[in-house]
């Protein structure tokens, strides 16, 4: 079965520090890896995916992420962090196709000026 | 092109009585996808359809739940005879090809 773990459930930084948000999954093939984005009361907005091929991704919002695929782990990262940027981020991991995606617990992450 | 619609935002249910969520896809996405989401938790997957078809309801609880996705008009999601474990927030997505989730703001579901 497939499962993702992030480690960090909270998470402060400085605005303008960079940041880093773990994600490890368990899957059993290739995966198809995502970052969601979700602000107090809204829905999930997608920051990137991962389906294949080179294994930086670029997203929206200047956020990035590099799929390990030794270490099972698919980190989020931004070089300078915004305080818009103060939300909850998912990461999901999925079997080839946008159904049945397996969601990590989350974390808040939390901007300070 | 709107997002995905989910109505009501905010839904309040006594024990007993029914919910009904409505989810209203993208332009032109023919796959539905509900998850729920509890408090403090990740999103849980509950079903997946297509027009008029439940393609996968693996993550469905088995009793007084249940989905579709008609030919025309939105999709529900029904709770019958509601209970206070059922409070959560419960969210659409909808997808042009079965590769990419675009999700609905969610209803925030509160049994009392």
């Known amino acids: 079965a497939q499962s993702v773990t992030q480690p960090d459930i909270h998470i402060t930084v400085s605005e303008g520090a960079s940041l880093e948000l773990r994600c490890n999954y368990s899957?059993?093939?290739?995966?198809?890896l995502f970052w969601y984005v979700q602000s107090p009361g809204q829905g999930l907005q997608l920051l990137l995916k991962?389906?294949?091929?080179?294994?930086l991704v670029q997203g929206i919002k200047g956020f990035e992420a590099e799929f390990k695929r030794s270490q099972s782990s698919f980190n989020l990262r931004k070089p300078s962090v915004h305080w818009s940027d103060a939300a909850e981020y998912f990461c999901a991991v999925g079997a080839g196709t946008a159904s049945k995606l397996t969601f990590g617990t989350g974390t808040r992450l939390q901007v300070t000026l | 092109n709107a997002g995905v619609m989910q109505n009501p935002r905010h839904l309040v249910r006594r024990r007993g009585q029914e919910a009904r969520l409505r989810c209203s896809p993208m332009?032109?996405?023919?796959?539905v996808y509900w998850y729920r989401q509890l408090p403090e938790e990740g999103l849980k997957f509950m079903v997946y359809l297509q027009k008029e078809n439940i393609i996968d309801e693996s993550g469905m609880p088995k009793e007084r739940f249940s989905a579709e996705f008609p030919k025309e008009g939105p999709s529900i999601l029904r709770i019958q005879q509601v209970v206070r474990g059922d409070s959560a927030a419960y969210f659409c997505a909808s997808s042009p090809t079965n590769t990419e989730a675009f999700f609905g703001q969610g209803t925030r579901l509160t049994v009392v």
């Open positions: 899957y059993g093939a290739t995966p198809y």
């Open positions: 991962y389906f294949s091929g080179d294994t």
């Open positions: 332009k032109g996405h023919s796959h």
